[in-house]
């Protein structure tokens, strides 16, 4: 009697059996992998002048379908007769950047490339003694215009506006046989009571 052990076939061991076939895998670094598309097989140049037959069209379709060089889109041909204020516009602020020495130019275009988009610079480094010392400055002028304000030497803005409103009131109340006692204040008694 045969004692020998036999696996029945199944699905999975038949496709198991078919994978079974040794594969080798080559690692490729990416600039090599480059270097080789550009330089494998040239795109034909576009043929548009040339009368040829469908066939070899076909034939340069399939060549420029297969070619391993990098795909560029077709860049839309502009209308010489349309105006594209876009480009406009960045033509203007580049002219008017080309009129501007060299430290006012590259400021100009650190503040485009801002405008458009860029992290604008880091500050620039100062010592904290710097800074502790401006602050400093800043308050004590700071204090002087507040205490020329408190002895009335130093008004401006509003608070000079609303002193001068208040002078004119005080001269209006002052001067009873004035003409323009009671300019502005119509108080009319309807039915007995002041509104």
């Known amino acids: 009697m045969d004692t020998a052990f036999v ?3 199944t699905k999975a061991s ?33 043929v548009e002048d040339r009368k040829t037959s469908d066939n070899e ?7 420029d379908i297969f070619s391993d060089a990098p795909r560029r889109k077709p860049k839309p041909k502009a209308d010489p007769t349309q ?16 009129g501007f020495d060299k430290e006012d130019k590259q400021q100009a275009s650190v503040a485009l490339a801002i405008k458009l988009g860029a992290k604008p610079p880091k500050r620039k480094h100062r010592n904290y003694r710097e800074i502790l010392e401006e602050k400093k400055a800043a308050k004590t002028t700071e204090e ?5 304000r ?3 030497q ?14 004119r009131k ?15 204040k119509a108080r009319p008694r309807i039915g007995g009571k002041r509104k």
């Open 7 to 9: 696996p029945i076939q």
């Open 14 to 46: 038949a496709v198991l059996k078919e994978k079974a076939e040794f594969a080798v895998t080559v690692f490729e670094p990416k600039k090599a992998a480059l270097k080789r598309k550009q330089t494998a097989r040239p795109r034909p140049p576009p």
């Open 57 to 63: 069209d076909d034939e340069d379709d399939i060549d």
């Open 83 to 98: 105006f594209d204020l876009a480009k406009a516009r960045k033509d203007i602020i580049n002219f008017g950047i080309s």
């Open 144 to 148: 002087d215009v507040a205490a020329k």
């Open 150 to 152: 408190r002895a009335g």
């Open 154 to 167: 130093a008004d401006f803005g509003a608070v000079q506006s609303f002193q001068k409103q208040q002078q």
């Open 170 to 184: 005080r001269d209006r109340e002052r001067n009873p046989g004035a003409i323009m006692k009671h300019y502005g």
